[in-house]
């Protein structure tokens, strides 16, 4: 190879400026948790962003894109480390047409990339394509020259993109192959590209996205096919640096040393233990990336599989004799290595350590439980003389506290024991296939939407930062079944609504965390009330019932295609104030809980906002004040709010806010508020904070691990939170007969008045009320002790216990059973003192001999134990055979 691309850096350039003088757009890497798509645990490629495009390819931002995506993949662990190629977090290159250019351009530009840029030498290379696709073995044969010899013909399993549902869009690809030499294959005379070896590692696969498979299983080709390419980085840098595996690259080696240090001297680092070595340093950078993006680990969803990962980082670190936390020391490696690329993971940095460190403490906490879990396995085996762990037992050690195979042998070895390995593989194999359903699309349907196109041009101009209202010209539309839509609170009594698309609007579609503008639209005298606004692609849909009923709407809008927009202006108002609020809020916590914090969520509406941002401990009542006291003075304050088109580094070097929950485009819209705020965000906001009015905190809780959310209002809600609250104070002072300025002073006293009349009533009733006395009065004398036997009218069972307490109190020897019916039961108390106690004669072994009278059973201690029955007639049987049977035990002893 004659090319000077060799460093991972160069890579990445080369590749995006290949793709940019083909008028690409660059589009930032998504976050690794999906925007706004619940099928997917991971952005697992690079298509995840663009999913929606492919499905309505009209009026998007670009036709064109080329990204580096940051992906996770956590459905083949066990390969981790020990294959060249397979990783856990890897990036991805890629570039995508939606409806533009298809299969001659996708494949002529990846063979000029790799021929011509990458320089690989083309004796090396291999390609596949799906078997029938005879296009595409034109276009590498006829156009390209590539020799038919070395283009292999794949089936439906490696070479046929989805769909990912029951229908859906599809379609072949074909993959382009190096040949690492047979040193690294598998040795079979069959050996070519599609083995699972590594002599073959596939490094670049062109999806071309051509047809959707209908619910008939027919193959529809697509009026406007797509492209959809992707190309592992880390594979690539292995190829241009000529090593051994991804692990000896530049973009990995620094990691794989800093691990190699963390061990103790003389460990061999060669051979399985390599192979373990590569897992930590992968598994590192794993967890540096999600947790810097505020995926903490946990016991469910996402923060289980990253829990996993991490306890097979630390496991295979307790293998090379490591007992206390290191790993969390491998993230400022990381950062070193990819944080110019990745500047979040500079600023959460320290964050990423302390959660990192907290969750090695807790594991090797777990690993002892883990230990002694293993002994009991043994005994257990070795009391039934068996030989073999069961598999499932083995996995569940792996599943639950974190050992690994290789651990659980070697503990059984020293015991004597083997372990039923190809139990464990099966178990493994059922998680595995768990892991992959939860973390790919939804298997359900998908939908290719089809519009009625009614006029040509632009559509889908937003104008709602400028206006509230004016005319628009309809696009398109389509009329659907308000069944399909269970989420909408329809009113009209027609089954059908309509989906428009308009050439111009100034509704505000849901997206990056506020909710749809309401209204309506006027056509042809006629009402529409405005459902729904959402994105589609790069479309903006109404979604409008008619609200007198107009038999067909589709009609309605068709003949008259010209309308009249009118927004809610009043919600408009409420959401813009709630919506800069929550910027102010943002701010306010930074400063108050600490710089760490970073949004993980939101929700603006025109009732209230909702924001979830990463902390780790409830914010206190003082923070909350603080809060509080801050954004009013903002609000105080007047701040202009601004707003400005910038290229998205341009923004960010200027000090704007990404979030990691949204994706951005080449040119970001950057929202300011005075000095205090600065932020990327498409949303609708007031000119000026002081519009907000007021702001208070509703509520602050956890809704995940380390994820804490502040609900909060502004304006006429702030108000009528107000109002709720003096109304509730007024009714309150009301009920207490004072001012609702003594009402604090009121309750205290009653507080107190209550404390001391529990207190009369607790003793009454541990007196029995004088009944515990009559009792006493009717006992029978027996050797000096007293036998007493009575229902003393107690309200519940710890009463009745109580007076059990004072029997024993009262009385220097004896014996006594209490009852009570309740619930259709009867309950017996049975106390004993401690000089007979010591004699033999026991609460709980009276409890056995009674309960047989009664039909009965319970327990307790020596001195005190409880009987239950359902016979109610009983309480006379045992009342009546007390003293008999106290008298015996008295004298068999």
Request: charge should be negative.
């Amino acid at each position: 190879m004659n090319s000077n691309i060799r460093t991972v850096h160069d890579i990445r350039k080369a590749y995006v400026d290949f793709f940019l003088e083909r008028k690409h757009t660059e589009v930032p890497s998504a976050p690794l948790v999906p925007k706004g798509d619940s099928t997917l645990l991971f952005t697992s490629a690079g298509m995840v962003q663009f999913k929606d495009f492919y499905l309505s390819p009209d009026n998007l931002p670009y036709k064109r894109a080329v990204s580096v995506q940051k992906c996770l993949r956590a459905g083949d662990l066990e390969s981790v480390g020990r294959t060249l190629r397979h990783h856990t977090f890897f990036e991805m290159l890629g570039n995508f047409s939606f409806g533009d250019y298809f299969k001659i351009e996708a494949i002529e530009w990846a063979w000029e990339f790799v021929i011509e840029v990458l320089q690989l030498p083309e004796e090396l290379l291999y390609v596949s394509i799906f078997e029938d696709d005879d296009e595409a073995f034109g276009i590498w044969n006829e156009r390209i020259g590539f020799p038919a010899e070395r283009i292999i013909r794949l089936g439906r399993k490696d070479n046929f993109w989805g769909p990912v549902g029951k229908t859906g869009v599809c379609g072949p690809c074909s993959e382009i192959y190096y040949d690492a030499g047979e040193a690294v294959g598998c040795g079979s005379s069959e050996c070519a590209p599609g083995c699972d070896c590594d002599r073959y590692l596939e490094f670049w696969n062109l999806v071309f996205p051509q047809f959707f498979l209908e619910e008939d299983g027919t193959y529809r080709p697509l009026e406007k096919p797509g492209i959809d390419t992707g190309a592992g980085l880390e594979r690539i840098a292995m190829i241009m640096q000529g090593a051994e595996d991804n692990f000896h690259t530049d973009i990995f080696q620094p990691l794989v040393d800093a691990v190699i240090a963390l061990l103790p001297e003389g460990t061999d680092t060669t051979g399985e233990s390599r192979l373990g070595i590569n897992m930590i340093a992968d598994h590192a950078r794993a967890l540096t990336f999600t947790i810097s993006e505020g995926i903490y680990p946990s016991n469910e969803g996402r923060g289980y599989i990253l829990r996993r990962i991490l306890r097979r980082a630390l496991t295979r670190l307790h293998t090379f004799g490591i007992n206390g936390p290191v790993l969390h020391g491998l993230v400022d490696e990381v950062v070193k290595m990819m944080g110019e690329d990745y500047p979040e993971l500079v600023e959460r940095a320290p964050d990423t350590v302390m959660i990192i460190k907290a969750e090695e403490e807790s594991f090797f906490r777990t690993l002892e439980d883990g230990k002694s879990r293993f002994a009991v396995i043994v005994d257990d085996l070795k009391s039934n003389k068996g030989k073999v762990i069961d598999g499932r037992q083995a996995f569940l050690l792996y599943d639950t506290y974190g050992f690994p195979l290789e651990l659980t042998i070697a503990l059984a070895a020293k015991e004597g024991l083997d372990v039923d390995e190809e139990g464990f593989a099966a178990a493994m194999e059922e998680q595995r296939k768990r892991a992959q359903q939860s973390s790919a699309f939804d298997a359900g349907e998908q939908a290719l939407v089809e519009m009625t196109e009614l006029s040509e041009g632009e559509s889908s101009i937003f104008t709602g930062y400028e206006s509230v209202g004016g005319e628009a010209e309809l696009r398109r539309y389509r009329e659907i079944k308000k069944a399909e839509r269970k989420d909408i609170a329809w009113s009209g009594e027609s089954a059908v609504a309509v989906e428009l698309v308009l050439d111009r609007t100034p509704f505000y579609a849901t997206s990056g965390g506020q909710m749809a503008d309401s209204g309506w639209i006027e056509t042809a005298g006629h009402r529409l009330e405005i459902r729904d606004v959402l994105k589609r692609g790069g479309e903006i849909i109404h979604v409008a019932e008619s609200v007198d009923d107009i038999a067909d709407v589709g009609e309605l809008v068709e003949k008259n295609p010209v309308i009249r927009l009118h927004i809610n202006n009043e919600a408009r108002l409420a959401t813009a104030a709630n919506h800069s609020a929550t910027h102010l809020l943002h701010s306010a916590l930074r400063e108050v809980v600490g710089g760490h914090v970073a949004q993980a969520g939101s929700l603006v509406g025109p009732d209230r906002l909702r924001f979830d941002f990463n902390h780790f401990q409830a914010v206190t009542g003082e923070e909350k004040r603080k809060i509080e006291e801050l954004v009013n003075r903002w609000i105080r304050d007047s701040l202009e709010v601004r707003t400005e088109l910038l290229d998205y580094q341009e923004a960010i070097d200027a000090g704007a806010i990404a979030l990691f929950d949204e994706k951005y485009g080449a040119k970001v819209r950057v929202v300011r508020m005075g000095d205090v705020s600065t932020e990327l965000c498409g949303g609708t906001h007031l000119s000026s904070t002081g519009q907000a009015g007021l702001f208070l905190i509703v509520s602050e809780s956890s809704v995940a691990a380390g994820v804490r959310r502040i609900e909060a209002v502004t304006g006429q809600g702030a108000l009528r939170h107000v109002y709720d609250a003096f109304d509730r104070e007024e009714e309150a002072a009301a009920l207490l007969r004072t001012t609702p300025a003594e009402t604090a002073v009121r309750i205290g006293a009653v507080l107190e008045s209550m404390e001391d009349l529990k207190k009369e009533i607790k003793s009454l009733e541990k007196g029995g009320g004088g009944q515990l006395d009559a009792i006493l009065g009717e006992a029978k004398e027996l050797s000096g002790m007293k036998i007493a036997a009575g229902r003393p009218g107690a309200r519940d069972v710890g009463a009745l216990r109580g007076m059990a307490d004072s029997f024993r109190e009262k009385v220097p020897s004896g014996v006594a059973v209490l009852s009570m019916p309740d619930k259709g039961k009867m309950h017996f108390v049975i106390t004993v003192t401690d000089d007979l106690v010591e004699k033999g004669v026991t609460a709980d072994g009276l409890v056995k001999e009674l309960g047989k009278l009664a039909g009965g059973g319970g327990g307790g201690k020596r001195h005190l134990a409880q009987l239950g029955t359902k016979d109610l007639e009983s309480e006379a049987r045992v009342f009546e055979a007390l003293p008999a049977l106290i008298e015996r035990l008295i004298n068999g002893r």
